[in-house]
Nanobody, 123 residues
Framework: QVQLVESGGGLVQAGGSLRLSCAASGRTFSSYAMGWFRQAPGKEREFVASISWSGGNTRYADSVKGRFTISRDNAKSTVYLQMNSLKPEDTSVYYC????????????????WGQGTQVTVSS
């Protein structure tokens, strides 16, 4: 079992920034690809970003490319999502996920998921 706990969500004005964190425990964190998804009320879960176990490869949804940055610190067993230039349409619950393969994370079939953290962007 791998436990994932997100934090850092909150209320921010459009154009502002937030930094989300996802702390992992229970298994060897460095061996997992990690990712962030989001889900707004009435909508399907949407891929946001992913990072390989080595940190050498990252992927982003077109809607956040250039504004969001995913990173990881294996020594701290933590993955981050730096969100800049936030827009009201970014409002959602953000979920952290983990799987052995990056492709599995991107496809939305990650083995492990966190409980989510709310991000609200006001206009």
């Amino acid at each position: 079992q791998v436990q994932l706990v997100e934090s850092g969500g909150g209320l921010v004005q459009a154009g502002g920034s937030l930094r989300l964190s996802c702390a992992a425990s229970g298994r060897t964190f460095s061996s997992y690809a990690m990712g962030w998804f989001r889900q707004a009320p009435g909508k399907e879960r949407e891929f946001v970003a992913s990072i390989s176990w080595s940190g050498g490869n990252t992927r982003y949804a077109d809607s956040v490319k250039g504004r969001f940055t995913i990173s990881r610190d294996n020594a701290k067993s933590t993955v981050y999502l730096q969100m800049n230039s936030l827009k009201p349409e970014d409002t959602s619950v953000y979920y952290c996920s983990a799987a052995r393969l990056s492709e599995t994370v991107v496809a939305g079939h990650a083995t492990y998921w966190g409980q989510g953290t709310q991000v609200t962007v006001s206009s």
